[in-house]
């Protein structure tokens, strides 16, 4: 069987093709993707190859194309493999020969999830909404300004009838109610569009079982609930909760020695979008929990608010675990524990068996 080792980039991808059985190294070469380098490549060899990359965007195509092909691709870790190098040296040919050997030794880092082109097409919805959601929340501080320019500050009545009338009727001038009237009707785009992707959203999620049970927790909407089962997909590879917030980037970054313990900031090293909803999300999710809502308000009180978000972002992570983990939606699940020495959930049945408490 043939190992082709690829370093893959944007407008090109060096390859190291060699024998697994003998170690043989077949050939080497440099592949451009203007042109039809990469299908004559490819079809010169029989079906079977295994052809491995690190880790990379914008390559769907050369998925397909390998697809087409016969052959199999393989991802792996781009940490991991640059880990594994122990040399200072790097350029094209020495990364490719690199993922080469470590598929013949059978120490490549493979992937131990990765989401099928239907999962990354509605992936690219969530974002492409995400993008319009911020573009109208921009032209509307733009015409906040103008209208507050004018002695007229409204906030959310701007957005009312009323408002949308005291705005087109604005006495301005050339240029700046040219500015007001490109701005109301970017606006009006902008809304259709975003509330025909609200709407592909809502189905997705509808359609998507994990989501659907995420939904039961508050302050979970179909765009979080859907966007979390996209980016974790199959609970299973997570043993312990820890290891999805790790993975989101929602653990603190660490740099201890010895006796001493120095925990920083967020990592941020998962996925940033993710984030960004899930801190979304926990500023809802705070009104509708008691228990969270009573956590933020006393951190909040004794750090600051942005903390307090991160950290109601983190146990919102936890306890989405725990419900796919468990199958179980919000209502039964009612305590959470990331603990390896402690149950992960607690449901209403086992806390009704619980002895009352003494009064104090």
Known sequence: MLIIGCDFHPSGQQVFVMERESGEVVGERWLNHGGDEVDQFYASW????????????????????LEQYGHRLRIGDAG???AMDVRKQKHDRRSAQHIAT??????????????????????????????????RAQVKNQLQHIAINQGQQKKQ??????????????????????????????????????????????????E?????????????????????????????????????????GLNPAEDSSGERRRLGSISKQGN??????????????VRGDAELGRQYRRLAARKNKAMAKVMVARKLAVRMFWILKTRRSYPEVVRMRGSSSHPGVETTAALSERPASPQA
């Open 46 to 65: 029989s079906p079977g190859a295994e052809v491995g990359v690190e880790t990379s965007g914008n390559m769907q195509w050369f998925e397909r194309k």
């Open 157 to 206: 009545q701007l957005w009312t009838k009323k408002g949308r009338e005291l705005l087109e009727k604005l006495e301005l001038e050339p240029w700046t109610g040219r500015r007001r009237d490109d701005l109301l009707a970017l606006l009006d785009t902008l809304e259709g569009h975003c509330a025909t992707l609200d709407q592909a959203v809502e189905r997705a999620a509808e």
């Open 102 to 135: 470590l598929m013949c030794q059978g120490t490549f880092p493979d992937l131990r999830w990765r989401p099928t082109l239907s999962e990354r097409d509605q992936r690219q919805l969530l974002l492409h909404r995400h993008k319009l959601v911020r573009m």
């Open 80 to 82: 991991k493999i640059a």
């Open 208 to 248: 998507n079982a994990a989501a659907r049970l995420l939904k039961s927790h508050p302050g979970i909407g179909p765009v979080i609930s859907l966007a979390f089962a996209l980016t974790v997909g199959d609970i299973s590879r997570f043993d312990r909760s820890r290891q999805v917030v790790s993975y989101l």
């Open 272 to 285: 940033s979008f993710m984030r960004l909803l899930l801190i979304q999300g926990a500023q809802t999710a």
